[in-house]
């Protein structure tokens, strides 16, 4: 049995949590103010997930500033960012858009970024 140390991130406050870790699953955790923090806590045990920020290049070569809709298990970054690398997107392109639906299981690339082309 161990106990991991986080900083909850799911919200500005940044409660510091406690999990108690017992053959990879977390047992218990303390700390959180709210569900939410449990469940990041939980995750961060089990498989660690964070949103993946990336630029994708648009039809006349302009940088177009991208993330996913929802977290991406760690794991993946490595291969999702190769498919990025391969995106050209249309333009215009506004906030919110979806560049690339279900880039990764059930989640989207959107544009964080406007771009109008000429
Ligand atoms: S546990 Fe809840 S209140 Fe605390 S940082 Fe996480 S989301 Fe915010």
């Known amino acids: 049995m161990s106990v991991r140390s986080l900083t909850c991130i799911e919200c500005p406050i940044g409660c510091s949590i406690e999990v ?3 053959n990879g699953e977390p047992v218990s955790v303390t ?8 469940l990041y806590a ?5 498989c660690p997930r964070r949103v993946l920020t990336s630029t994708v290049r648009a039809e006349n070569g302009e940088l177009i500033p991208v993330k996913t809709d929802k977290p991406i298990k760690k794991d993946e970054t490595f291969d999702l960012m ?3 690398n391969r995106v050209v997107c249309k333009l215009p392109v506004k906030i ?3 560049i ?9 690339l959107i ?3 406007n771009a109008e082309g000429v």
């Open 20 to 22: 108690t870790v017992e």
């Open 31 to 38: 700390g959180n103010a709210c569900p939410r923090g449990k």
């Open 42 to 46: 939980e995750n961060e045990v089990i």
């Open 82 to 84: 190769k498919k990025i």
């Open 96 to 98: 919110g858009d979806i």
């Open 100 to 108: 690339v639906e279900n880039i990764t299981e059930d989640i989207n």
């Open 111 to 113: 544009a964080t970024g």
